[in-house]
């Protein structure tokens, strides 16, 4: 008789399982789509600035980094930190 009983009890708790799994699904697509918005607004952003400023130059890396932060505050994109928090800007160079 247990024999019979273990299988239905798993099907049970499978199926008790799949339910709250799908429940924590269906709750994250609209905080994985705002994510992801604001990474493909950071993306596009980073790619017109180097498109506008492409040369390796400090001038070139300030001019990129300016850019950059004034299309992320005009698309309400998160805004870039400094690598280094002594830095002024996200560069490397010193």
Same mark, same amino acid.
């Given at each position: 008789?247990?024999?019979?009983f273990r299988p239905s009890l798993l099907v049970i708790l &499978? &199926?008790?399982c799949g339910? =709250? =799994? $799908? /429940?924590?699904?269906a709750q994250q697509p609209s905080e994985l789509k705002?994510?992801?918005? =604001?990474w493909k607004a950071m993306d596009n952003c980073k790619r017109q600035a180097w498109k /506008?400023? +492409?040369?390796?130059?400090?001038?070139g890396s300030a001019r990129r980094n300016k850019a950059?932060? %004034?299309?992320?505050?005009?698309?309400? &994109? +998160? +805004?870039i $930190? +400094? %690598?280094d928090p002594r830095e002024g800007t996200g560069s490397s160079q010193r």
């Open positions: 008789m247990h024999e019979g &499978a &199926a008790v339910i =709250a =799994a $799908s /429940e924590v699904h705002q994510s992801e918005t =604001a /506008e400023h +492409p040369d390796y130059t400090r001038e950059m932060r %004034l299309c992320l505050q005009v698309n309400h &994109a +998160p +805004p $930190s +400094p %690598l």
